[in-house]
């Protein structure tokens, strides 16, 4: 025990990697091999002085991404790597590396060198001198500007989105959406049980969440160009963006999950109905009826695979399997629809009502069981 004390009081007094770190700069990564050296080296440039780490949070990269971070962090102590497998997404990354961190102050940035690090000093100063809680790099405040980083129809979609959360939510920031930002880590620790780990916009699900508790700095940046690999941005960011605007307007009480599954739902009652015309013209109505139902479910599957789980999604003979089981699923749901109207309609004479109350059943019913049993959790 002795020996034990000794080398830890000498450890306490050692100077370099044994100094706990100061700041913990969190970088999600996919696809940024090429990006990873740079960045570390840009980091060690302009927080010299400063006991600082950097975690890459990567999910899975098929670029080998992390064992570029590892083959660093070999060398150099203040480099670690979370390798997510199975899960994926950019808000649930920055949570976990977040989280992960011990130093009371933590930033988060991207790893594409778009986001100026040079800024991580004066962010960092602010919170120090107890002056913020959370620190904005921002885009639009005087002395911002997106740059050559986003084109004409990424910024004008971009405006539109920082309008929604500014109207919607009430988060009075110059740029919502920026990815870019410094914060008290036991704030992170305290918003955390309500943060989604879906979507790419988590500074905003931290604003949000804090429901205004946060005293919030911004600071001018420009937005760079990217160098190498590609955006983590897609046309489905914009449905789970959406879905975190209404999760937040109902006070997290609907998940952004189930609501893109439901907008799925939705497309697959036009699918259905389209077979159903189609079918008519050369079948029968009960061989249309049952024809269409199986081509909305088959839509449905496919387009919730590749959407509303993404991070789970299944590929291969697992993608059959998952297809099977959720024609069995889909199958009960249509019993529980049909259950739930014909009582209420028995009660209530309404059939607006029933009908509304059956298919809500049926989506709820879809949504847990397919979860559970389609893309349960690895």
């Not at 990697?17 to 050296?37: C, G, M, Q, R």
């Not at 790893?111 to 690090?117: F, G, K, R, S, V």
């Not at 088959?298 to 089981?325: E, M, P």
Request: net charge neutral; proline share 3%; with cysteine.
């Amino acid at each position: 025990m002795q020996l034990t004390e000794t080398a830890l009081n000498e450890a306490e007094t050692q100077p370099g990697p044994f100094e706990p770190a100061e700041l913990t700069v969190v970088l999600p990564t996919y696809n940024e091999s090429a990006n990873v050296p740079l960045i570390v080296e840009k980091l060690d440039a302009v927080l010299a002085g400063i006991r600082w780490e950097a975690i890459f949070v990567d999910d899975n990269s098929p670029d080998g991404t992390a064992e570029v971070a590892k083959e660093i962090a070999r060398r150099d102590p203040r480099v670690r790597c979370i390798k997510r497998v199975g899960r994926r997404g950019l808000s649930g990354a920055c949570v976990e590396g977040m989280l992960a961190s011990s130093a009371p102050f933590v930033a988060v940035m991207d790893a594409d060198l778009q986001h100026d690090e040079s800024l991580l000093p004066r962010m960092l100063g602010l919170l120090r001198a107890d002056e913020a809680d959370l620190v904005v790099a921002s885009r639009f405040v005087e002395g911002g500007t997106v740059g050559e980083g986003l084109s004409a129809t990424r910024a004008w979609g971009s405006g539109v989105a920082n309008g929604l959360a500014r109207t919607l939510l009430g988060v009075e920031l110059s740029d919502p959406m920026s990815g870019f930002f410094a914060i008290r880590r036991e704030k992170v620790d305290e918003v955390a049980p309500k943060l989604s780990s879906q979507g790419f916009k988590i500074m905003l699900d931290i604003a949000a969440s804090a429901k205004g508790a946060l005293r919030v700095r911004e600071l001018p940046f420009v937005f760079r160009e990217r160098l190498h690999g590609e955006s983590k941005l897609d046309t489905l960011v914009t449905m789970e963006y959406l879905g975190l605007l209404v999760s937040k307007l109902t006070r997290d009480l609907v998940s952004v999950r189930f609501l893109m599954f439901g907008l799925v739902g939705a497309s697959g009652v036009v699918v259905h109905l389209t077979s159903l015309r189609a079918g008519l013209v050369a079948m029968p109505f009960d061989y249309s009826q049952l024809l269409a139902t199986f081509v909305a479910m088959t839509w449905n599957f496919f387009l919730n695979n590749h959407l509303t789980y993404r991070d789970r999604r299944l590929r291969g003979f697992a993608a059959v399997k998952g297809l099977i089981s959720f024609y069995i699923v889909c199958s009960v749901g249509v019993i529980a629809n049909v259950g739930v109207a014909d009582w209420i309609y028995g009660m209530d004479s309404s059939w607006w009502l029933a009908g509304t109350a059956g298919a809500a059943m049926g989506a709820v019913w879809n949504y847990a069981a397919s979860s559970v049993l389609t893309w349960r959790k690895t």
